[in-house]
């Protein structure tokens, strides 16, 4: 065989090895929003790094069709040249599909039309679950083995009468039940490193604020936390910054899985539950975290547009 076509063929060989399962590369610009198209209405999206590539995820209000489409795009402000990840969307018949995201600066393809045979597997086939009362079901395989799952049914779960008479275990279950819920803030965060803190989601109920959070180590050493802090920071023209603790003196009511640890390579999500409270525009809410024995601290201000935004349930 002529030498001048080993690496060729090596690559190409490679490259289909590589993408074995993976029905399409799905090519995302700075300039332009690329369009997946589903069948049906999407349940989950999961995006392998969400470093530089976005997703404008269905929303709660819109066409008829907005729940089955999902909108891509790469960050303008980002620094990388060349960067792909995979993503994988589910929809709600269980249809799992399978993508690896590429960055290019010219796609040849904006818009994806998705057919059901292009999916990977139909996970109620594959996955089994966990009933809790009988209208609500969780992956097993999404449940933190150390929490206790509540045996109640929704309309319990949920119940006035319940906030009435213990108020804490209430703010528990509303906590556990959404700990896992998708982001409803895209690309909110702070950074250090390779140690991000999220803001998922600002919710309302009661005259009260649930700000859910996840923290997330991608690096091999375990972040050991000193403490997690709260306050409200205002900046007035000709004033020093001044930092407002909100403790459970203050209007703090509630912290649901608050870690002291995250090890290497894992995640954790969190609830705060806060007494009802608004910003103007030159106040935020603060969230400090520093780190024991290291130099990983993060600050994540979350400022009036969000805060004085919040999803009602």
């Given at each position: 065989?002529?030498?001048?076509?080993?690496?060729?063929?090596?690559?190409?060989?490679?490259?289909?090895?590589?993408?074995?399962?993976?029905?399409?590369?799905?090519?995302?610009?700075?300039?332009?929003?690329?369009?997946?198209?589903?069948?049906?209405?999407?349940?989950?999206?999961?995006?392998?790094?969400?470093?530089?590539?976005?997703?404008?995820?269905?929303?709660?209000?819109?066409?008829?069709?907005?729940?089955?489409?999902?909108?891509?795009?790469?960050?303008?402000?980002?620094?990388?040249?060349?960067?792909?990840?995979?993503?994988?969307?589910?929809?709600?018949?269980?249809?799992?599909?399978?993508?690896?995201?590429?960055?290019?600066?010219?796609?040849?393809?904006?818009?994806?039309?998705?057919?059901?045979?292009?999916?990977?597997?139909?996970?109620?086939?594959?996955?089994?679950?966990?009933?809790?009362?009988?209208?609500?079901?969780?992956?097993?395989?999404?449940?933190?083995?150390?929490?206790?799952?509540?045996?109640?049914?929704?309309?319990?779960?949920?119940?006035?009468?319940?906030?009435?008479?213990?108020?804490?275990?209430?703010?528990?279950?509303?906590?556990?039940?959404?700990?896992?819920?998708?982001?409803?803030?895209?690309?909110?965060?702070?950074?250090?490193?390779?140690?991000?803190?999220?803001l998922k989601g600002v919710y309302y109920n009661n005259n009260e604020l649930y700000v859910q959070l996840?923290?997330?180590?991608?690096?091999?050493?375990?972040?050991?936390?000193?403490?997690?802090?709260?306050?409200?920071?205002?900046?007035?023209?000709?004033?020093?910054?001044?930092?407002?603790?909100?403790?459970?003196?203050?209007?703090?009511?509630?912290?649901?899985?608050?870690?002291?640890?995250?090890?290497?390579?894992?995640?954790?999500?969190?609830?705060?539950?806060?007494?009802?409270?608004?910003?103007?525009?030159?106040?935020?809410?603060?969230?400090?975290?520093?780190?024991?024995?290291?130099?990983?601290?993060?600050?994540?201000?979350?400022?009036?547009?969000?805060?004085?935004?919040?999803?009602?349930?």
């Amino acid at each position: 065989m002529n030498t001048k076509l080993l690496l060729p063929l090596f690559l190409i060989f490679g490259y289909c090895s590589f993408g074995q399962g993976i029905r399409d590369t799905i090519e995302v610009s700075r300039k332009f929003k690329t369009i997946l198209i589903f069948q049906e209405n999407i349940a989950e999206s999961i995006i392998g790094s969400d470093i530089g590539f976005s997703i404008d995820l269905p929303k709660e209000i819109g066409s008829k069709f907005n729940s089955r489409i999902l909108k891509i795009y790469y960050d303008d402000l980002a620094v990388e040249k060349e960067n792909f990840t995979n993503l994988t969307v589910i929809t709600e018949s269980g249809n799992l599909y399978d993508f690896i995201l590429k960055l290019s600066y010219s796609p040849n393809n904006l818009t994806w039309n998705i057919s059901s045979d292009m999916a990977e597997v139909n996970i109620n086939k594959e996955k089994k679950k966990k009933n809790l009362g009988s209208s609500l079901e969780i992956h097993t395989e999404d449940i933190d083995q150390n929490v206790e799952v509540p045996n109640d049914s929704i309309p319990q779960f949920t119940s006035q009468t319940l906030y009435a008479d213990n108020p804490y275990e209430y703010y528990r279950r509303k906590s556990f039940y959404m700990q896992f819920d998708k982001a409803k803030i895209p690309r909110y965060f702070a950074r250090k490193d390779n140690v991000f803190l999220w803001l998922k989601g600002v919710y309302y109920n009661n005259n009260e604020l649930y700000v859910q959070l996840k923290l997330e180590n991608k690096e091999g050493i375990d972040l050991d936390i000193n403490f997690i802090k709260y306050f409200i920071e205002s900046s007035y023209k000709n004033t020093t910054k001044q930092k407002i603790p909100i403790t459970k003196k203050s209007g703090l009511l509630y912290e649901y899985k608050v870690p002291r640890t995250v090890k290497g390579n894992t995640e954790n999500h969190f609830v705060l539950v806060f007494k009802q409270f608004t910003l103007d525009n030159k106040k935020s809410l603060l969230i400090e975290l520093d780190e024991e024995s290291g130099n990983r601290n993060l600050s994540l201000r979350i400022g009036k547009d969000i805060l004085n935004k919040p999803i009602r349930f």
